[in-house]
């Protein structure tokens, strides 16, 4: 059993950053893959990055490539996603979520997800 809660969030300007985490209760953390998805309203929630359970394999969305890192510190059960140049269209909840089954981009393929932490990006 994992339990994760996600922080981080808030209200940034175009072209700025913030740094999402995510905190993960459960001895068992190191061994799942992680990955980060976001909802925006009236939207289906959307894949953003994974990151296997070593840390040494990441994966993104096209639509975030080149503007945000997803890393992890096992040490710390905790997964980030730093932000950079954030654009309007970033605006969401997001979500990390953990998979016992291997870094993927499909929402079914995770087995735990946080509460979600709300992002807006204003223009």
């Known amino acids: 059993q994992v339990q994760l809660v996600e922080s981080g969030g808030g209200l940034v300007r175009a072209g700025g950053s913030l740094r999402l985490s995510c905190a993960a209760s459960g001895r068992t953390f190191s061994t799942y893959a992680m990955g980060w998805f976001r909802q925006a309203p009236g939207k289906e929630r959307e894949f953003v990055a994974n990151?296997?359970?070593?840390?040494?394999?990441?994966y993104y969305a096209d639509s975030v490539k080149g503007r945000f890192t997803i890393s992890r510190d096992n040490h710390k059960n905790t997964v980030y996603l730093q932000m950079n140049n954030l654009k309007p269209e970033d605006t969401a909840v997001y979500y990390c979520a953990a998979s016992p089954r291997g870094a993927a981009s499909r929402n079914n393929m995770y087995d735990y997800w946080g509460q979600g932490t709300q992002v807006t990006v204003s223009s």
């Open positions: 990151i296997r359970w070593s840390g040494g394999s990441t």
